[in-house]
């Protein structure tokens, strides 16, 4: 541990990524602390106990890292982060962090799982709805309805989409055809937040999140993804290298829009870039960050949409350093070929992967030729449009260690993010005790599955339920499906910071 440790601090300062002549002006540099600002890395505040084997009932002795971590005070956690949170966020690729596994980063990965969450526990996926398709919950209200106030973040726009013919299956509607419909061509597809000033300052920087909502159905969508990339430069984002693709219903997903649908009259890609340019606008002096977020397809959007922001420019600040982008990808398949692979990694956006291998998502698309596969052989097979490679680092988790779990599963459940969150929470490194370390609640597990041992944990299974499913009396006494606040959809500057970044039509 000690040496992975010191791995880590041999990391910074970090270098500056190369210049890019094809693209950008003049030399790119990430905000990275420097030792100088930050003398205290996150070895200084990791405990260098050494592991205690505990006497098992197995063949062989499990090592557990109670010693290791203690439960520490809030104010003392979010001290550590607002130091370190450049290497948590990828700035030395997360090594020495994921084995075992580092408290902070744990956190930090829980957090945004639950942002990506939010999506999910927000979308209103009732066919007898005429919000079908939507969020329940309005912007000003939306992590207080949810419970999620502790966040500390302030949602600034809503994301919508227009439905792809390759992912029909991705999007919801009512299915009474007579019934009035909020609309007829959009869905509601995540959400930008920042982070507010108390949570700005416990965590060290202003945070930029989007969260991208995945796949609400079963796992039916998989067949939907007909293994063809696309080219990205075909496609409205722009990129020096002309073989970089990405599936494409994932880039229709992103970029098409439809002029006769108020929701979707701008793309879901000009619409993140608008508002993520207003921010950094909003904020010129504060170290900020970006930070992505996704499950499922909703983790493609959330890599997709990394690699446009770093490509197109939109984190490079005039007069000052780039703006870190980072991804946690939750059961997410394969992106694009290797060529995106490389272009991201140049391009200094940081991925980290988590996926449980009991999950047969993140093996899609490309189950013949991807990473596993020998370099030359993918060399040769670069042409063909079934070639996916996956990116970034990768922290592979699996269900069979939790002592919660039924030993029977199905792919739905091995899929499922509350069941990922739990596993984050239990896992603490290679050789060691499942054990939760935050205490979250196992009951989650079974929001949407039914998936807890039952002989042990009495929980109900699928409990997540909305009450009368959404209906209320109205002032007569009679039940009725409440209309729903009506937001302005794009904002009233949109068009202006579109024009800054060039995509305005």
Known sequence: MA????????YLPLKPLQFDPLHHEKPLSLSFPTKNQAPKTLSHFIAQAKPTINVSTASSPIITTSSVEKPKKAEESDSQLAQCWPEIH???????????????????LIRYGEMAQACYDTFDKDPYSKYSGSSKYIESEFFQSLGLEKLGYDLTRFLYATAPAQLPRFFFQAI???LELWTEKANWMGYVAVSNNETTEKIGRRDITIAWRGTVTQLEWISDLKDFLGTISANKIPSPDKTVKVESGFLDLYTKNDETCRFCKYSARQQVLSEVNRLLKKYPTEKLSISIT??????????????????TGVNVRPNGPVVPVSVFSFAGPRVGNRRFKTRLEHLGVKVLRVINVNDIV???????????????????????????????????????????????????????????????????????????????????INKYTDFLDNKIYKVAPNWKQDENKGMVRDEEGRWVQPDRFRHDIHPSE????????????
């Open 90 to 108: 990828g700035a030395t690729e997360w090594e020495g962090l994921l084995d075992p596994m580092n408290p902070l980063l744990r956190k930090e």
């Open 294 to 311: 996704g499950h499922s397809l909703g983790s493609s959007l959330a890599i997709l949409n990394a690699y446009d922001i770093a490509e």
């Open 362 to 444: 993140p093996l899609a698309p490309g189950i013949f030729f991807n990473e596993h596969v020998p370099e030359v052989v993918m060399r040769m097979a670069c042409h063909l449009p079934w070639s996916y490679k996956h990116v970034g680092v990768e922290l592979a988790l699996d269900q069979k260690n939790s002592t919660f779990l039924k030993r029977k599963s199905n792919y739905v459940y091995s899929h499922d993010l509350e069941v990922y969150l739990h596993l984050l929470d239990g896992y603490h490194g290679t050789g060691h005790k499942f054990e939760l370390a935050t205490k979250r609640d196992h009951a989650l």
């Open 3 to 10: 040496s992975s440790l010191a791995k880590i601090n041999s």
């Open 176 to 178: 009474w055809p007579d």
């Open 494 to 505: 949109m068009h202006h910071h579109l024009k800054e970044l060039g995509l305005s039509s």
